[in-house]
C-alpha cells in the first residue's frame, strides 16, 4: 500500500467514464449535424434583408440606367468609341457575353435598353421574382461586359450580388409576389378541399420538396452575399495595411487632391485642412475593414455599420463614387437582423394599416408554406 501511494503521483491512468458520462458527448455531435440540416433545409434566413437586397440593388440600377440615359449611346450604343464589333473580339478572349452585341442596329439597342428599364423596375417591385431575377442578372452582366473599361468596384459588386439574388427567396417579404400569395390564400380558404388522397399525398410532397429547395438555395445564397462582403473588407483592409500611406495616416490626404475624385475641389480642400482628421479617418478606416468580419456575431456590429455607413457616405460626396458607396451600403444592410427589418416596417405609416406588400402570405390550410416563417413571430 506505501509503494501505490508513493508511485500515485508519477502514474496518470485515465479514468474510463462510465455509460451516464458517455452518453451525451456520444449525443452532442449527431444532434448538432441535424441541427445544422434541420436550418439549411427547413428554415430560411434573413428574408428581409434578401427583399432589402433587391429593392436595393433594383433601385439603384434603375437610377443608374436613367441618370446614364442621355449617355447610353456613347456608352453602350452604336455609337460607342467601343463599337460592338471590339466588344466581341475581346468576348471571344475572355468567355464574356452580352445581349447588346447581338445586333449592331439602333433600334435593337433602345430596345434592349427600354427593356432594362422595365426589368429593375419590377425586379425592386418583386414582381414574379424567380423569373425577373434571373433576366435583372442577364440585364446587369450584359451591360457590364458591354461596357467593361468603365466600371469601378460598385460595378462589380452589383453583378455578384445580381448573380447571388438569383438563388435566393428575395421575393418572399416587401413585394408583389407576396401580396398576391396572400390575395389567393384569403380567397382560397372558404373553398373545399380535393377528396382524392393520392393527388393530396403528391400535391404535399411536391409542396415539401419546393420548399426544401428554397431553403437551401436560400440560405446558401445569402451565406455566400455574408462572405463574398466579408472579403471585400478583409482583403480591402488588409490591402491598406501594407501601404506606408494609410500607415502614417496620409492616404486620404493624396486621394482629395486626386482632380479625378474632386467632384466639389472646395470642399475636399476645405477637409483636407484637418490633417488629425485625416489622419484619424485613415487609422479608423483600416481598422473598420480588418475588423469587420470578426465583429458579425455580436452587438458590436451595429456600430461598426453605422461606421461604415458615415465612411461610403463620405466616398459618395467627396470621392464623387455614389454607385460604389450605394452598392457598399446595400451589402451592409445583409447583416441586420429581420427583427430590425420588423420593427422599421412597424413605425412605416401603411403598417399600422396593414398593407398586403408588408405581410407574407400564409399557407392554405392543408399546404405547407413554401418558405416558412422564422423562429421570431412574423405579421403574416
Known amino acids: 500500500m506505501e509503494t501505490e501511494q508513493a508511485l500515485a503521483p508519477h502514474l496518470r491512468i485515465p479514468r474510463i467514464p462510465d455509460e451516464a458520462d458517455a452518453g451525451p458527448p456520444r449525443r452532442r455531435v449527431p444532434e ?15 428574408l428581409y434583408a434578401a427583399a432589402v437586397l433587391r429593392i436595393g440593388y433594383g433601385l439603384l440600377y434603375l437610377v ?7 449617355h447610353r449611346d456613347e456608352i453602350w450604343g452604336p455609337g460607342s468609341p467601343w463599337t460592338p464589333d471590339l466588344a466581341r473580339q475581346l468576348f471571344d478572349q475572355t468567355g464574356w457575353a452580352s445581349i447588346l452585341t447581338l445586333s449592331d442596329s439602333r433600334p435593337y439597342f433602345e430596345t434592349c435598353y427600354a427593356l432594362a428599364l422595365v426589368t429593375s423596375a419590377l425586379f425592386m417591385l418583386g414582381w414574379r421574382t424567380r423569373a425577373v431575377s434571373v433576366l435583372f442578372a442577364v440585364v446587369v452582366a ?5 461596357a467593361i473599361f468603365m466600371t469601378d468596384g460598385g460595378d462589380n459588386l452589383i453583378l455578384l450580388m445580381a448573380l447571388y439574388l ?28 380535393s377528396t382524392d388522397s393520392g393527388a393530396d399525398d403528391l400535391r404535399h410532397q411536391l409542396a415539401m420538396s419546393r420548399r426544401t429547395l428554397t431553403a437551401v ?18 482583403s480591402a483592409g488588409l490591402y491598406k495595411v501594407q501601404g ?50 470578426f ?29 460604389f458607396s450605394g452598392a457598399m451600403i446595400i451589402a451592409d444592410a445583409a447583416f441586420l437582423p429581420d427583427r430590425f427589418y420588423r420593427s422599421l416596417g412597424r413605425l412605416l405609416p401603411r403598417t399600422s394599416r396593414g398593407p398586403d406588400a408588408l405581410k407574407t402570405a400564409a399557407p392554405p390550410s392543408g399546404e405547407p408554406a413554401l418558405v416558412p416563417s422564422q423562429s421570431a413571430p412574423s405579421s403574416h
Not at 448538432?32 to 434573413?46: D, H, M
Not at 443608374?64 to 442621355?70: A, I
Not at 475624385?261 to 480642400?269: A, G, I, K, Q
Open 166 to 193: 438569383v438563388f435566393t427567396a428575395c421575393g418572399r417579404r416587401w413585394s408583389l409576389d407576396a401580396r398576391r400569395t396572400r390575395r389567393r390564400a384569403s380567397a382560397g380558404k372558404g373553398e373545399s378541399g
Open 32 to 46: 448538432r449535424i441535424g441541427a445544422l440540416l434541420t436550418f439549411l433545409t427547413e428554415q430560411p434566413v434573413s
Open 295 to 323: 465583429v458579425l456575431f455580436g452587438r458590436l456590429k451595429y456600430p461598426v455599420l453605422t461606421m461604415l455607413l458615415g465612411m461610403h457616405l463620405g466616398i459618395a460626396v467627396l470621392m464623387g463614387l455614389p454607385l
Open 217 to 234: 438555395l436560400h440560405n446558401c445564397g445569402m451565406f455566400v452575399i455574408a462572405a463574398q462582403v466579408c472579403f471585400l473588407y478583409g
Open 142 to 146: 450584359s451591360f457590364h461586359a458591354r
Open 64 to 70: 443608374f440606367l436613367l441618370r446614364e440615359f442621355p
Open 244 to 293: 506606408g500611406s494609410w500607415g502614417n495616416g496620409t492616404a486620404l490626404h493624396y486621394v482629395l487632391n486626386l482632380d479625378l475624385f474632386r467632384p466639389w475641389p472646395e470642399l475636399s480642400l476645405m477637409v483636407d485642412e484637418h490633417t488629425a482628421l485625416i489622419a484619424i479617418a485613415c487609422y479608423l478606416t483600416v481598422l473598420l475593414q480588418v475588423a469587420f468580419p
